[in-house]
């Protein structure tokens, strides 16, 4: 997320707004500028022959959306679908992709003071490595999900 290496390196007094989701006992923020739409759970179709994380595709309106499961990717255990669950849309790449979470908390702005940069190791989880920032707001810790870096193919060996 190329605007908070700007952010954090300068320090400008800019805000950004993150939609912080929930993911089993977790917070996640996800850049506002990603998210096209949020949408209650639907039946997904299923598609053979695909990543244990790749849920399949929905119908939304006439387009054919993918989607994939966080917690898969994140490899956490599977989802669990509640009347919470949502599916966030987002653009990555300038295409449409779906993401299943376990609820959509709220919108936070969160200015440059508030986010710090994490440092990843070279063999690091896929959980750090979709982890760019933490950000901090009223005492409470968001971690700060690269959308592109989920959307990833990256295998974790």
């Known amino acids: ?3 908070n290496k ?3 390196e300068d320090k400008e007094s800019i805000d950004l707004q993150y939609i912080v989701i929930g993911i089993g006992n977790e917070q996640y923020g996800i850049n506002i500028k990603y998210i096209d739409n949020i949408v209650r759970m639907q039946k997904i179709t299923r598609v053979p ?5 790749f849920k399949g595709v929905i119908n939304l309106r006439g387009e054919i959306i993918p989607v994939m499961s966080i917690r898969r990717k994140l490899e956490l ?3 669990v679908i509640t009347n919470k669950t949502r599916i966030i849309i987002a653009k990555v790449d ?4 779906g993401f299943v979470v376990d609820e959509v908390k709220e919108v936070v702005t969160l200015d440059a003071n508030s986010i710090e940069r994490v440092a ?5 989880s896929e959980i ?3 982890i760019t920032s933490i950000g901090k707001k009223n005492g409470e ?3 700060l999900l690269d959308l592109n870096l989920v959307a990833g193919e990256k295998e974790v060996s």
């Open 77 to 79: 255990d599977d989802d």
């Open 94 to 97: 300038n295409a449409s992709i």
């Open 141 to 143: 810790l968001i971690s």
């Open 49 to 53: 022959m695909a990543q244990e994380y």
């Open 1 to 3: 997320m190329e605007d």
């Open 128 to 130: 750090t490595h979709c």
């Open 120 to 124: 990843t190791a070279e063999a690091a």
């Open 6 to 8: 700007f952010l954090l």
